[in-house]
């Protein structure tokens, strides 16, 4: 067996350049959502189709994790954010010139699916920070992915309404993901830390993934606190828009994009988070968060008719969350370089799984028994994830999983890189 190459190292502005990145990208998955009301009124078709056009985009954001940020581990990493930056400028201009609601949900589905960009981001930029700063260089590109997702509805929203268009949008993204096409692929790396020739074929490739998740505890542990702490903020998001609109409060549906705008607090203090995994080890981080978590829903569990306490407690949930993806990814990432992008994969899949129970039990409950439900239900989350790090706390003198382990377990580098091929 060959032994892998060095890392490359990281170029002067990388970091940047990898967070605007993530968050051009990632907005592409969220901006439609608040013009879907336009999308009706101009298509003449109803809002449940209209809402197609958002579902299309979480379909195919799930389908682009699983079947194509796998291929980081093989592929050579300019060469694949080259096709999918072009792929996803193309899809969102087809989209702005999409006739019918089909049309634009088919162009929805295949930019979501090819803007897996930051997925693919993440671990390349775990590869390349320097010893023992992995947990920064996350927390940066991780603050530029949050950041992204909560502002990308509300200057949607905006354009919208300054241009009388939903489709300026779609123009607008698709600009902006053409230039990030001349800049972004000067700074990945060609094949990332992984240098060594991997010949594995695509569904061996595919087949690998779910053996990974009885090999490596670290994954298990960040993808269970990942599911719980995401469920928790799937819930709140979910039905924020309805118990707005209800009594005593009676606000419109904007006032819930605007609470994206109110959370940018909440989700730059996260950024620190990485220092802190890095300084303190990823437990230290996951305990912080879950704190950060619970303490937002008691605030809406207790004040939730109250403006000021719901952007008190959505600004703590932004940093819970964020905190939690930050030191659940600093943790799997220190695992074997070989199969970093395969990992993320598995953890981005847990939270996907976890949010779509989340949503759809919280919608549930809301209608049934009102806000209060919702609350307690986040709380249930919390506490799950509350226990599974108490039990991985008690066990942690236990037998390691392998060289490097027990020091993963309290520090952010990676482990030196192995094959996976016997």
């Not at 260089?137 to 300054?162: F, H, I, P």
């Not at 979910?238 to 994009?257: D, N, R, V, Y």
């Amino acid at each position: 067996m060959t032994p892998p190459s060095p890392a490359p190292a990281m170029k002067r502005g990388t970091i940047p350049v990898f967070a605007v990145a993530t968050a051009i990208t990632v907005a592409n998955i969220y901006f439609t959502q608040p013009l879907l009301e336009r999308i009706a009124l101009d298509l003449g078709v109803s809002s449940t189709a209209a809402g197609g056009v958002a579902t299309a985009g979480q379909i195919g954001y799930a389908l682009g994790i699983v079947a194509i940020v796998p291929l980081a581990d093989r592929a050579p990493l300019r060469s694949v954010s080259r096709i999918l930056l072009a792929v996803t400028a193309i899809a969102l201009l087809a989209g702005a010139l999409a006739p019918s609601i089909a049309l634009l949900s088919l162009a929805t589905l295949v930019l979501s699916t090819t803007t897996v960009v930051p997925q693919i981001i993440m671990p390349t930029v775990a590869s390349l920070a320097a010893k023992g700063q992995a947990g920064r260089a996350l927390g940066a590109v991780g603050t530029g992915l949050t950041l992204g997702a909560l502002l990308s509805r509300t200057v949607s929203g905006a354009l919208s309404q300054a241009t009388g268009t939903w489709r300026a949008d779609y123009f607008a993204a698709a600009l902006v993901t053409a230039c990030l096409l001349f800049v972004l692929p000067r700074y990945m790396p060609e094949r990332g830390a992984n240098t060594g020739k991997d010949t594995t074929g695509y569904l061996k490739l595919l087949a690998s993934m779910p053996p990974l998740v009885l090999r490596h505890p670290s994954l298990r542990l960040s993808a269970l606190l990942g599911a719980g702490v995401y469920g928790a903020f799937s819930s709140f998001w979910a039905t924020l828009a309805f118990h707005l609109s209800q009594k005593p409060l009676e606000l419109g549906p904007a006032a819930a994009g605007l609470f994206g705008l109110s959370s940018v607090p909440g989700a730059l203090a996260a950024r620190y988070s990485g220092r802190l995994s890095d300084r303190y080890g990823p437990d230290t981080v996951n305990v912080i968060a879950l704190a950060s978590a619970t303490t937002a829903f008691l605030v809406f569990l207790l004040d939730g008719d109250s403006l000021a306490a719901l952007v008190i407690g959505c600004n703590l949930l932004g940093y819970g969350t964020t905190s939690a993806q930050i030191a659940n990814q600093t943790r799997i990432f220190a695992g074997p370089v070989a199969v970093r992008a395969r990992l993320n994969t598995l953890y981005m899949f847990s939270l996907f799984a976890s949010a779509a129970v989340g949503s759809a039990l919280a919608v549930a409950l809301f209608e049934s028994h009102g806000w209060t439900a919702v609350a307690l239900e986040g709380m249930a989350f919390l506490a799950i994830a509350a226990l599974i790090l108490t039990v991985h706390a008690v066990n942690r003198h236990g037998p390691p999983e392998g060289p490097g382990t027990r020091r993963a377990s309290h520090a952010a580098h990676p482990e030196p890189a192995v094959s996976e091929h016997r």
